[in-house]
């Protein structure tokens, strides 16, 4: 048995091009003389669907479609994830669902059993959970389909009380396919891959496990597919954020492996966060029928990581960085923005700031009779350059992308409406310290990111010598800091037992509670942490914290 794996890149709602797309890979991999193939969890509309899933037309074009591909399958078998109704009269209204399809019919139709409703995962809320799991046979074999979370119940603290592959071990299968729509964060690959060794281990079967590549706004998801034999050993994988399909021969898979096979070669951190990125901001341009993003170049190393990586997914024809000097900002800023124009090739332009600022102390000046110079007059410059780019937006058409980084977002070192606008934070869910390791990750072939830029003191030039410093603890130490109340959710008393300074953990995190109003209205934060801000972190607004 010839079992195909198709790894696409869907777009939610897009049921012509899904489906086009589906066909396509399901004639290719006829033709390759596949017996089956294999699409991710919930391919059909898009994931995550949120709450398109409410509309009875999305359903109904989700069915239409599933008919249409039904078509193709008279001589290949196809696996295939959508959302469903739920037939009962209790429960929520919809399952996610796989149909198996062959010669034409749905032969077999798979329910989810384990609905993860954490982090970002809301999948509650718009599904009821299967009860029933069965084996799937097909060419004398029996297939033991799960989808996704339902083969993630292996760990020592089990989420849930049912296990769907306890069930349909008690069947006799002889393999186990997994279709997925698994996210990425960068501590995810080693998770998944154990995972799935795990399992076939567990279960002594063989594993086929198949995940979407691709960018959904905030999520990004990796791909990475994988064929594992009944001793938990890697037999074969497909690419880390592309499209991919490969063929897999069952009886080779059941065959015991070959000495000197290697195992599953994972980028770095760093690697992975820049790839993820990249994906991230093509994706989101191309899916929303957008071709040129416009960015504000200070000089600093944020945006300048920011242009690079949209240069890289968008082409450098289709960035404007534009440069808006103030009466603070120094000369070698300018050079150093400049010299990153000239080696990306992107457009760009020069746009003072001082008339328009001034002109707002102006006509402010009355009411503010008196009274020094503070954060007012800096965020009133942060915000006419916000009023500037936005300007641009609407009169080219020009996406902005916004360039705070993560530590930035987490304690409200920014001006809301200023330098926080823009349709899509490319670098929100990135630490300053993982920013600087990403830029020279972007250096790694060229000097793309001026060698000053790196080495300089970080610095918002709002006022004469203003350092980052002179507001924020040292980097290293704020976002190992940050690291443990946000990524590891630990609060004040274990963050200071680790042996941090009480009064520094303290200022930490009210700064980061305080901050919470000024992130609910920030753009959409493309997500590469385990715990990004956004959907997978909901805090209220006006609540008190605990511990400090």
């Known amino acids: 048995m010839k079992i195909a794996l198709a790894q696409l890149n869907y777009h939610i709602g897009n049921f012509k091009e899904n489906t086009k797309k589906i066909i396509s890979t399901i004639e290719e991999a006829a033709e390759r003389g596949a017996d089956l193939i294999v699409f991710s969890e919930l391919s059909l509309g898009g994931y995550p669907a949120l709450d398109f899933l409410a509309f009875d037309d999305f359903m109904e074009e989700a069915a239409h479609a599933a008919r249409e591909i039904a078509g193709h399958c008279q001589q290949i078998a196809c696996i295939l994830g959508l959302p469903i109704w739920n037939e009962h009269a209790f429960g929520k209204r919809l399952y996610n669902a796989a149909y198996f399809i062959e010669e034409g019919e749905i032969k077999a139709i798979v329910r989810k059993g384990l609905l993860p409703n954490y982090d970002v995962f809301d999948e509650y809320r718009y599904f009821e959970p299967a009860r029933e799991f069965q084996c799937v046979p097909f060419k004398g074999r029996k297939i033991a389909l799960t989808i996704c979370e339902d083969l993630w119940n292996v760990a020592e603290e089990r989420l849930y009380a049912v ?49 979407q590549v691709g960018a959904q706004t905030e999520l990004v ?24 399909m490969q063929l897999f021969e069952l009886e080779d898979i059941l065959l015991p492996r070959e000495a000197g096979s290697q195992p ?20 989101y341009f191309v899916k929303s029928g957008f071709t040129k993003a416009v960015l504000g170049l200070s000089g600093g190393i944020d945006s300048a990581v920011v242009c690079a990586l949209a240069a890289e997914a968008l082409g450098s024809e289709n960035v404007v960085a534009v440069l808006m000097p103030s009466q603070f900002s120094s000369d070698h800023s300018v050079k150093d923005a400049l010299d990153l124009v ?18 707002f102390e102006d006509i402010l000046a009355p009411v503010f009779q008196g009274l020094p110079f503070n954060l007012t007059e800096e965020n009133i410059q942060a915000r006419s350059r916000g009023v500037i780019l936005m300007a641009l937006s609407n009169k080219f058409g020009y996406v902005l992308l916004n360039t705070s980084n993560k530590s930035e977002c987490a304690v409200g070192y920014g001006t809301l409406y200023g330098d926080m606008c823009g349709a899509l934070s490319v670098i929100g869910d990135v630490y300053k310290t993982q920013v600087f390791s990403l830029a020279r990750y972007i250096n790694r072939e060229r000097t793309i990111i001026p060698e000053h830029t790196l ?19 040292p980097y290293d130490v704020l976002d190992a800091i940050l690291f443990q109340h946000i990524e590891k959710e630990k ?17 930490i995190l009210k700064m980061v ?10 753009a959409p934060i493309l997500r590469v942490s385990p715990k990004a801000f956004g959907m997978g972190r909901r805090m209220p607004l006006v609540g008190k914290a605990i511990s400090f």
């Open 163 to 211: 296990s769907p592959m306890d069930r349909l071990i008690e069947e006799q299968p002889d393999l186990m396919i997994n279709i997925a729509a698994s996210p990425f964060h960068y501590c995810h690959a080693e998770d998944r891959l154990e995972v799935l060794r795990t399992n076939a281990q567990k279960y002594r079967l063989p594993l086929f496990y198949v995940n």
């Open 221 to 244: 998801f990796d791909g990475g597919s994988m064929v594992f034999d009944k001793e938990g050993h890697l037999r074969g994988s497909l690419s880390y954020f592309e499209e991919d």
């Open 264 to 283: 599953l070669a994972v980028e770095e951190d760093i690697a992975q966060i820049h790839d993820a990125l990249v994906l991230g901001i093509r994706d």
């Open 342 to 359: 000239e080696a990306i090739g992107c457009r760009h332009e020069t746009i003072p700031i001082h008339a328009a600022s001034a002109a």
């Open 455 to 473: 080495t300089k003191a970080p610095s918002a030039e709002l006022r004469p010598d203003q350092k980052d410093s002179d507001s924020l603890p």
């Open 491 to 507: 609060g004040f008393d274990a963050i200071a037992q680790q042996g941090w300074d009480p009064t520094l953990v303290q200022r």
């Open 513 to 522: 509670n305080g901050a919470e109003f000024k992130r609910y209205q920030t």
